[in-house]
């Protein structure tokens, strides 16, 4: 069959350097991402070297300060470079969201000196972050964890284990929420931990349905010491720097579900068109067009949604809720559009040899991390109808 390249998102950027940073991550996406994204995932091999790439283009600081190699760039741009990169494959543009809610808390809540000290080797030498909040008996309870991190003298000693840590074993820092005080929100504090500490390891990575490219494991922290001055913000602070970074990180996901689903209707179409039934190409009868017409219009809404929600972050304004529908939104469109791709390709989407049947395996897992949906919806139901009764 032949190939049928799609066309490019038509994209509304504020700026010229939007435009060109963006031609820039579609031409790294099609020459070192895309031709490799079904081999690499199947064989479960991580892609070290194309972060390593993304780094030495300038994209794995983009929403952050130049002063500390940065690309100054707002939301608004920067989820449409992931979205540009997930379409490619997601483990790429997942692990970019990744990173950069893993140095949000730095960025955002560290003093100067720590910032000058630490994010330039972050944003732009070469560095990749992880993520540790969840533990084995703390998910959607994420301020009942267990990790604890006690005072010596000028340092600290964390002991406990985190998981379901995307970049576990690979990841150069980590991002570890520590509980310090007392029982709840209030006691918890954030470290900036590296990842050769004495006393860390990973487990074996899990065994998934998708993403296999992407390693996701448990990590142990077994005594590991860390100096006073890698506490990010103020003791007793860090689940308030944890929930204001998923604000944050809930919008990459959405951004990295509207390129997965986006991927999955461009497949649809190019099958739809080239493959023939009844003398002419499937895509000229009405059900299949029904099908790749409501595809299209949730892709749509779901980057309407998210980018309304990174023009709010952009101005300064509260977009929490805004962020948790464009969370829940994104990711049950991908779980639709890539379901409905793997129906129109028929036994062909069932089949390794096309991606639809990828597609759909990873989004099932977008509707899970970083809060589940449902989880989601107590967010905005919170906001909409205000706190549950006790």
């Known amino acids: ?52 790439l993304l780094s030495q283009s300038g994209l794995l600081g983009l929403p ?75 998910g959607s309870d ?39 005080g007392e029982d709840g929100p209030r006691g918890i504090t954030a470290f900036l931990v590296p990842g050769d500490a004495e006393g860390l390891s990973a487990a074996a990575p899990e065994r998934k349905m998708g993403l296999k490219g992407s390693p996701t494991a448990q990590i142990h922290l077994d005594g590991v010491r860390v100096p006073d001055g890698r506490r990010i913000g103020e003791e007793g602070q860090g689940f308030a720097i944890a929930l204001s970074a998923l604000d944050s990180g809930r ?22 068109a080239e493959r023939r039934q009844f003398g002419r190409p499937v895509a000229d009868f009405q059900g299949l067009r029904f099908m790749l017409a409501d595809m299209a219009t949730r892709i749509e809404a779901g980057r309407a949604l998210y980018l309304a929600a990174a023009r709010l972050r952009d101005a300064g304004r509260p977009f929490a809720r805004q962020a948790a529908m464009a969370k829940l939104f994104c990711t049950d469109t991908a779980m639709q559009v890539t379901t409905d791709a793997v129906q129109v390709l028929g036994g062909y989407g069932y089949t390794a040899d096309f991606p639809a049947e990828r597609y759909m395996r990873e989004a099932k897992v977008l509707q899970i991390v970083e809060g589940t949906n449902q989880i989601q919806r107590m967010v905005i139901a919170r906001h909409v109808a205000g706190p549950e009764t006790r």
């Open 251 to 272: 919008l990459g996901i959405a951004a990295c579900a509207i390129g997965l689903a986006q991927a999955a209707l461009d497949e649809a179409v190019a099958y739809a």
């Open 64 to 138: 952050y300060d130049s002063e500390y190699g940065g690309g100054d760039q707002p939301y608004e741009v920067y989820l449409q470079v992931l979205e540009e990169l997930a379409a490619a494959r997601l483990t790429v543009g997942l692990g970019l969201s990744v990173h950069t809610l893993a140095a949000y808390g730095l960025a955002t809540y560290g003093t100067k000196q720590q910032q000058v000290e630490h994010l330039p080797a972050m944003l732009g030498g070469g560095l990749l972050g992880a993520y540790a909040l969840s533990e084995p008996s703390s």
């Open 1 to 52: 069959m032949p190939d049928r390249a799609p066309q490019p998102v038509d994209r509304q950027l504020p700026t010229d350097e939007a435009r060109d940073l963006i031609s820039l991550v579609r031409d790294i996406a099609q020459r070192e991402i895309a031709p490799k994204a079904a081999e690499e995932e199947d064989a479960g091999r991580f892609p070290r070297e194309v972060f390593a």
């Open 142 to 180: 994420a301020a009942s964890l267990r990790t604890r991190a006690v005072r010596d003298g000028d340092h600290w000693v964390i002991t406990g284990t985190k998981s379901w840590i995307t970049h576990g074993g690979v990841a150069d820092f980590y991002t570890v929420m520590a509980r310090t």
